[in-house]
């Protein structure tokens, strides 16, 4: 019972900047990894970033240094900082969530956003 609502798409210029967000709500126990996948048009989905409750985090080798994952554990939200953004970013950008869905038993589910759009371009 996670829902997941993405927001800070947007068009920007190369070399700009945005920032994402994704607010997560419903019942759970805990909310594990979370991450970011992109899909650019004509593409396969891919993984971009993710991050663990501690902090841990880990980046798609064609965004390092560029972008940088972050989560409020208190508000339930993760962020994705997007700078020095170049044209092959453009692409619509997926939240995902890792939860806990008992409180007895160790089981756990995905949850997805439904997206949302990031247009890099001149």
């Not at 068009?11 to 979370?34: D, E, T, Y």
């Not at 970011?36 to 004509?42: F, G, I, N």
Request: glycine share 12%.
């Amino acid at each position: 019972q996670v829902q997941l609502v993405e927001s800070g798409g947007g068009l920007v210029q190369p070399g700009g900047s945005l920032r994402l967000s994704c607010a997560a709500s419903g019942r759970h126990f805990g909310l594990n990894v979370m991450g970011w996948y992109r899909q650019a048009p004509e593409k396969q989905r891919e993984l971009v970033a993710t991050i663990t409750s501690g902090g841990g985090t880990t980046y798609v080798d064609s965004v390092k240094g560029r972008f940088t994952i972050s989560r409020d554990n208190a508000k339930n939200t993760l962020y994705l900082q997007m700078n020095s953004l170049k044209p092959e970013d453009t692409a619509v950008c997926y939240c995902n969530a890792r939860f806990r869905r008992s409180a007895y038993l160790a089981l756990e589910s995905d949850a997805w956003g439904q997206g949302t759009q990031v247009t890099v371009s001149s």
